[in-house]
């Protein structure tokens, strides 16, 4: 039986009705990782001793006639900024190389509870900040499409590992595009949910009022399975919503989409963007409306001009305060000093990345005294233009298809000592998040030369299965992403 | 305004990060580059804008107003680089000699 070419929900059925054992899929998994690991280094913790005790305890659970779940027995990915229990979670940074938290983060414990095997903590931009996966303390990671680019990022050993076939479902988080960008890059599907939507209990801060955490996967059945599991109201989260949750499975099963309004971006066609990009738009375009959706142009000016250097100014400011705690007081590195104040200079000055600091010091300024009105408050105000921007554009459509990212991905290198061309991946995401939406990829096919070309969904907030019934009618035309061999030879 | 060493050293200071002397330059330039993004939003239209405060759509949910009992206080120091007792360790504010419990 070929595991990686399997999705969650066949891995599951198998593994319930007896046919497989969870243990056989977990070691399926965990050789795949053996194999390509060396070449893509999608993660930073491999974790072989929990993975193969948590499936034993699922075969337990199936050979006892309990119900294990509707993830049982298959092997998923999380990203290393999401706690695991005596499991390091780094967080792709030395300050916290090797932190093992004392919890479980909500979503770990919702898919630990629906039977899902976690083999591994993927690997980051050092807390989230990044957009190709090459600010990690522990090394670049590779496309496993083709081994010489980017992943994207910052979730992109997650969405490596599925697009490699470690696992069938992988979660990242997403601040401004870090599901969305490496889904794209990656060549899988990703989901960044409505704000509010999913539990961030256990995921380590980086901008509270942006991040959120969903899932990737190679069908539209595992995202929105990933996403029945997730889901849910926590009241350890502050920002978790009590609303009530549709089926997600449902929906993409039985995809109603006639009648259905899709908005047009005039001012994100217009822009830099890889033919390959459009054509990607225009082909998804013309199936939507085959399945009886009706076109309308919108436009997002204030989005498409201000959404950048908006983000830039917000996400920082947040991440400044955030960063805070890490001093080398309670967990982590630490730099030794003979007094307190070098103690924390010392240790943040080491453990930090350059990427990092950057932005944990144009958040400070941002905040700073003289600053503040001119830069923070005009950025908080810029970001309720977008919110009503948006919530105007959906007045007329349903849901909007614009692309994800301006190119394909780039070469390991080329962005790296280009900090703003590196922020420009995000240009068509990141106003998502400003306006707490849900945003999906969605995987349209592979170039001739290997590359894969997608596209983004957008709904209104708490409309994330819009995207879900969409993405379905889209993958019946183009097909599932197909596993990437990882530079296999 | 002008963007300069003195601009980052204080960016620096009020975030606890020392800049090594080589990397100050660069990071004079990556301010001089992103503050220029930042001017643009001098022509987005603010005037009666309230700031975002938050998504409004609902409110904020609230937890139950009663104590909680967490019982990972051992579990929580066990990650402290150093620890005494029920006290994180680190050295005296003032740079005293030896370590001080705070």
């Keep these: ?302 989005s498409a001009s201000f959404g950048l250097p908006c983000y830039y100014i917000i996400a920082p400011a947040e991440a400044s305060s955030n960063l805070a705690r890490f001093d080398g007081v309670r967990y982590g590195f630490r730099e030794e000093a003979p007094d307190l104040v070098s103690q924390f200079t010392r240790t943040r000055s080491s453990g930090f990345g350059e990427e990092v600091k950057r932005r944990i010091l144009t958040g400070t300024f941002v905040l700073s005294s003289g600053y503040y009105d001119a830069y923070y408050l005009t950025a908080l105000k810029v970001r309720k233009r977008i919110c009503e921007e948006f919530d105007r554009a959906f007045r007329s459509v349903d849901v909007i298809l614009m692309p994800v990212a301006p190119s394909l991905p780039f070469r390991k290198g080329d962005l790296l000592d280009d900090p703003i061309s590196m922020y420009m991946s995000d240009v068509f995401t990141l106003p998502v998040n400003l306006a707490g939406l849900p945003g999906m990829t969605v995987f349209t096919g592979l170039e001739p030369s290997g590359l894969p070309t997608s596209v983004q969904l957008v709904a209104p907030r708490w409309q994330d299965r819009r995207l879900i019934e969409c993405a379905a009618v889209i993958e019946e035309r183009f097909g599932c992403p197909p596993v990437a061999e990882g530079g296999a030879l | 305004m002008k963007i300069d060493r003195k601009i980052v050293e204080r960016a620096a200071t009020l975030s606890r990060i020392e800049m090594e002397p080589e990397n100050v330059e660069p990071m004079v330039r990556f301010f001089r580059d992103i503050i220029g993004h930042f001017k643009v939003l001098e022509k987005c239209d603010t005037t009666g804008v309230d700031p975002f405060s938050s998504l409004e759509d609902e409110p904020c949910p609230l937890r139950g107003d009663g104590p909680v009992r967490w019982d990972i206080g051992d579990e929580a120091l066990d990650a402290a680089p150093h620890k005494e007792g029920r006290f994180f360790q680190v050295p005296a504010i003032g740079g005293e000699e030896g370590p001080d419990e705070v």
């Excluded at chain 1, 969405?159 to 969305?180: E, H, K």
């Design chain 1, 1 to 302: 039986m070929r595991y990686e070419q399997m999705d969650a929900s066949s891995i599951a059925s198998a593994v319930t009705r007896g046919e497989v054992s969870a243990v056989e899929a977990v070691s399926a998994s965990l050789d795949r990782i053996g194999s390509l690991e060396p070449r893509l280094n999608a993660l930073i913790t491999v974790m072989e001793e929990r993975a193969l005790e948590r499936a034993a305890y699922v075969d337990g659970q199936v050979a006892s006639g309990c119900d294990p779940g509707p993830l049982a027995g298959v092997p998923v990915v999380v990203k290393d900024n999401m706690c695991t229990r005596g499991v390091r979670t780094t967080c792709g940074s030395r300050i916290l190389g090797d932190w093992e938290p004392p919890y479980d983060a909500a979503v770990v414990e919702l898919f630990e509870k629906a039977g899902a095997v976690i083999v591994g903590k993927s690997n980051m931009d050092e807390f989230a900040m990044g957009s190709s996966t090459e600010h990690s303390y522990f090394g670049p990671a590779s496309n496993p499409r083709d081994i010489s680019r980017v992943p994207g990022g910052s979730s992109g050993g997650s969405a490596a590992s599925a697009a490699a076939g470690y696992v069938p479902i992988a979660l990242g988080s997403d601040t401004g595009g870090s599901i969305r960008q490496p889904a794209a890059f990656c060549g899988v599907h990703g989901l960044k949910p409505t704000y509010g939507m999913v539990s961030r209990w256990g995921l380590v801060a980086f901008a509270s009022s942006l991040d959120q955490i969903g899932p990737f996967g190679r069908s539209v059945g595992d995202i929105a399975l990933a996403m029945d599991v997730i889901s849910s109201h926590d009241p350890r989260d502050s920002t978790c919503s009590r609303r009530e949750r549709p089926s997600f499975r449902d929906g993409a099963s039985s995809p109603a989409v006639k009648g259905m309004r899709i908005g047009i971006v005039r001012e994100f066609l217009e822009g830099p963007l890889d033919p390959s990009l459009k054509r990607s738009i225009e082909g998804t375009a013309s199936v939507l409306v085959s399945s009886g959706c009706a076109m309308v142009e919108v436009s997002l000016e204030e």
